[in-house]
Each structure stands twice: as C-alpha cells, then as structure tokens.
C-alpha cells in the first residue's frame, strides 16, 4: 500500500479534540491481519429509504439514506450512507448505541458530501448537516427500520477485488494560469476605474449640494 487518501470530516457541534494519527505501520498491521484471517461466509442484504414512510428536511438530499447490512459466523455489522454533508454531533454515537443493543456493530456512518442543498439554508455555513433540520430521533427510527430491512433481505454472496483505470478531464496548469491571469487583469481595471470615477463623483455630488 503506497497511499491511503481519506476525506474524512468532523460531525457539526461539539468540541475540537486531537484525533489518534494513523502510521504506516498501523496500515501494515491491519493488512497483515487480513491475509491471515480466517475465511468466513459472506451474507449481505441493502435497504433505501425510499422504500419506507421517512420524510426529511434540508439536511438529506435526494439520494436518501442507504443501509448495507454484511453478516459472517462471527460478525454483524452495518454500513450506512446518507446523502447529506457531514453529521450532527452525537447522531453517530447514538446509532452505535442502539446497534449494539441488537447484537450488531456500527461498521460506519457516511455522508456524501453533497452541496446540492447548499445555499438554501440561512445558516452561517450554508447547509445543514445531518440532524439538524430532520430530528436526529427520527433518523435513528428510520435507520433501523431499514437495518431491520435489510437483514430479512440478507443473500450468501462472494466478495471480490478487482481494478480499473479513468481518464478524468482536469483543467491543467496553463488554463488555471490563464485564469488567473484574467482575474489580476479585472482587479487593475477596476483599480483604475474607480480611481478616475471617484473624483468625477465628487464632482457630481457637489454640483448636485450647489444646484
């Protein structure tokens, strides 16, 4: 493993506290792990919120909440995806709790990073973060009623790896350059305009105050 990128956000609200950094040979000890570990089978089950009764505020977009149910001889555990960006403070804890309480883990709660709904909030970031427009409570029943869902769905199933390469357009050196070329350019104009306009419009305003 040459590289491990993360885009991980902190939940909304709370306080600021230093996370434990992860070494390289912190990731050599969970690989090394997985190669020994013992085989096991595999059964999954999926469920979406547009299957149940769930209405939701500005905090979820319109993908909805997805939950992933996976199951081994040894393990339970859920994977859920929300359609928002990041989370309230405290909502991924209380998911965890009632999990626990049914014999499964939390394997994680992920949001999207959407900005679908950015800017049609009047908050001071300009969106809401997940439970905070939608009663966290109300998130959590819903959750679990997908979970619940999704285990009365569960399939034996094989997992596999594989890889593939994209070719992604991106906007390069010279046009960035270029850009910012032209804004420096729109920046002296606009210094140079204002400053002939400015005693032009003073010249004005006095006429105005004489006449």
């Not at 034996?156 to 390069?172: E, H, Q, V």
Request: glycine share 6%; proline share 1%; net charge negative.
């Amino acid at each position: 493993l040459d590289l491990a990128l993360v885009d991980a956000h902190n939940s909304i609200g709370g306080q600021d506290a230093s996370s434990e950094r992860i070494l390289k040979e912190d990731w050599i000890a969970l690989l090394d792990g997985l190669v020994s570990s013992k085989e096991q089978n595999l059964m999954v089950g999926y469920a979406h919120s547009s299957e149940i009764s769930f209405e939701h505020g500005l905090d979820i977009s319109d993908a909805g909440i997805g939950v992933l149910f996976l199951e081994t001889d040894t393990f339970k555990g859920v994977l859920i995806a929300a359609d928002s960006n990041n989370a309230r403070v405290g909502l991924r804890q209380k998911l965890d709790d009632q999990l626990r309480e049914q014999g499964m883990e939390l394997i994680e709660l992920c949001t999207s990073d959407t900005h679908n709904l950015a800017a049609r909030s009047l908050v001071s970031r300009g969106y809401f973060a997940l439970g905070e427009s939608t009663p966290v409570e109300q998130i959590i029943k819903a959750i679990m009623e997908l979970v619940h869902n999704a285990q009365k769905r569960l399939a034996r199933c094989k997992y596999t790896t594989a890889d593939f390469s994209i070719d992604m357009p991106l906007i390069g050196v010279e046009s960035l350059n270029d850009f910012a070329s032209l804004t420096d350019k729109a920046i002296e104009f606009t210094k140079s305009y204002f400053k002939k306009i400015i005693p032009l419009i003073f010249v004005l305003l006095g006429i105005t105050l004489f006449y």
